[in-house]
């Protein structure tokens, strides 16, 4: 609506104004009628995202809790297979200073023994005696400031020192190897290099030169050299080391001139070799691999020292013999289940409660009019018996939740264990008849410990088969999708539930935390409907139907007040003619 300044009942002492607001009252009231529609589809919309929200977070926490997906560093989740969970087995080490020890589900129960020969290492070499680095490279070489120093490490040139430059300040020295495109101009260079007199250049900015240094790979990608350098100015030594372990960590320098005098100064040893004053130059030095026996199997080599077989994984620390001990977790393997069917019967108390809930019919939205009339608690206690049953009997929640308690009894294509159904290892639905809407899972304690002690990996089978819908086997006469393990099951049909669900209402803002869920979850609605949801065209709708109305009032009102104005002219003519009158009898 437009407010209009407007004098009006001069004439006929008529309060024109109020009469006029008072009839467009009575027109306002189908305007807020749609406005009371499209907030209770804002609601509606809102409490689908909740719910949405809440099948999100109940699928990421409990695969966090599982095991069943990592985060990286840039906050990726990663998936991962039940396969490989590691708390479903306990193993233990008979001598921790040598390994620590954990297992996976594919580790088979017993007593392992193992003998560690050779701890895989690296290449270190370390300045044997004190050289002087505390000062800059022109005073600890004693050679002059415009002197260049030049070497290599790996196959990796650098260079150091006064390089030549143009005009411009670019550096064209061939020393450091100019990279050009086809235009001549220079774009990278092969050598990592300082620019500069070495009166102004210390060792700490050769260990950052070093340490920032990139090689080619091959696939033409640029690496890390793969070769740490540091120096200890509390010790005046100075260290290099490779980054990784194994037979193909490798350290070779090679060097001449000022470059040799350079590495010679700093009086790099591996223990043996570059000892009483000899030089390390073209010096191969290289890494070792752990060797180990495992079980009888001799000859074991690994480039680390964490060495994974048969699901055993051994962080090796030291060298000798010792044992494992692989065993069923039982209480942990129980724990996590009960974990996951607490979680699991909160959703369903929440869903069936959504279902349910009542309706209060004589409670709508309220107009802006009455909110100011009423007071902030008047006003929730108001919109939440007006929320209240938004979702009650719907439609897509019911057939979601429903969906994924018929799965539960459903037999699966690809289940090699021993188990088959939920029922089996001890797990079962609550009865409708207890009160509630039921659907919630209930748990013999007894009979899934046994369950898990029998057969834990036809258990973890059952609730964690990965699901294929193009695998189809004949079980008991019928052809059976893989539809995977009870676990998995109640994922992928909770997924689908909303996938519909925002189709029908959105996204709002989670798209992110949808996408974590499934990275492709969206893409029927982008390409489907735009990513314009049901609900979205509605209150769209609604809006426009708004502004049609608003538009149709400020019509009317200004309809009224011309009307009313011609009267009050009307009326104004008339009494100046009585006036007139008046005064020609009176005269």
């Known amino acids: 609506m437009y407010n209009t300044m407007r004098i009006t009942g001069l004439a006929s002492g008529i309060d024109t104004e109020e009469m006029i607001q008072n009839l467009m009252k009575a027109e306002r009231v189908k305007v807020d009628r749609v406005e009371q529609d499209r907030q209770t589809v804002l609601w509606r919309q809102e409490a689908y995202n909740s719910l949405n929200k809440d099948f999100a977070n109940f699928i990421l926490n409990t695969r966090k809790m599982f095991g069943l997906t990592t985060v990286s560093r840039t906050g990726t989740f990663i998936p991962n297979s039940y396969q490989n969970l590691n708390w479903i087995k306990k193993a233990t080490s008979s001598h921790e200073s040598i390994a620590a020890v954990s297992s996976t589900g594919k580790a088979l129960d017993g007593t392992y023994k193992v003998n560690v020969t050779q701890l895989a290492e690296g290449v270190s070499l370390a300045s044997g005696d004190k050289i002087g680095g505390n000062t800059n490279l022109k005073e600890m070489l004693g050679v002059n400031s415009e002197d260049v120093i030049e070497f290599t490490i790996n196959g990796k040139k650098i260079v150091i020192g006064n390089l030549e430059t143009d005009d411009e300040g670019n550096i064209i020295d061939d020393r450091v190897v100019p990279v050009m495109n086809e235009n001549g101009d220079i774009i990278d260079y092969e050598a990592a290099f300082i620019h500069g007199n070495l009166d102004n250049i210390k060792l700490t900015d050769v260990t950052k030169l070093i340490n920032s240094a990139k090689v080619k790979d091959e696939n033409g990608n640029y690496v890390s050299l793969g070769i740490k350098a540091s120096y200890d100015a509390g010790i005046d030594r100075f260290f290099l080391q490779t980054t990784d372990t194994g037979k193909d960590a490798k350290i070779e320098i090679t060097a001449d001139d000022v470059g040799a005098y350079f590495i010679n100064a700093l009086k790099l040893t591996d223990g043996e070799r570059g000892k009483n004053g000899s030089s390390i130059i073209g010096e191969e030095f290289f890494g070792k691999d752990a060797e180990i026996s495992f079980n009888g199997a001799d000859n074991i080599y690994s480039s680390t020292n964490r060495i994974t077989i048969n699901g055993i994984t051994m962080d090796l620390v030291g060298t000798g013999e010792f044992t494992i001990n692989v065993a069923t977790d039982v209480d942990s393997v129980y724990e996590k289940i009960e ?168 996204t709002g803002d989670s798209t992110d935390l949808y996408r974590n869920v499934k990275s492709n979850i969206l893409l029927d609605f982008v390409t489907e409907y735009g990513s314009v949801s049901l609900l979205d065209k509605d209150v769209l709708d609604y809006s426009r139907r708004i502004d049609d109305l608003n538009q149709m009032l ?10 009313f104005t011609a009267m009050e002219r009307a009326i104004s003519r008339m009494n100046q003619q009585s006036m007139w009158l008046m005064q020609q009898f009176m005269g």
């Open 554 to 563: 400020f019509r009317k009102e200004n309809n009224y007040y011309a009307k």
């Open 339 to 506: 974990q996951f069917v607490n979680e699991y019967n909160e959703l369903v108390e929440k869903t069936n409660k959504l279902l349910g809930e009542k309706v209060y019919r004589d409670y709508k939205p309220l107009t802006s009019e009455q909110k100011k009339a009423m007071d902030k608690e008047d006003i929730e206690l108001w919109e939440e018996k007006a929320k209240s049953g938004l979702l009650r009997s719907d439609d897509l929640v019911g057939r979601t939740m429903l969906n994924v308690r018929r799965s539960l009894y459903e037999k699966s294509a690809g289940i090699e264990g021993a188990f088959k159904l939920i029922t089996e290892i001890g797990i079962s639905t609550e009865e409708y008849a207890r009160g509630s809407a039921g659907g919630k899972l209930v748990i013999d304690e007894q009979k899934l410990k046994e369950a898990i002690s029998k057969d834990p990996e036809g258990t973890m089978e059952l609730l964690f088969k990965e699901s294929n819908p193009d695998k189809v086997e004949t079980i008991d006469g019928k052809e059976v999708k893989q539809i995977g393990g009870i676990v998995t099951r109640i994922y992928d049909n909770l997924i689908a539930g909303m996938e519909e669900i925002i189709k029908k209402s959105g």
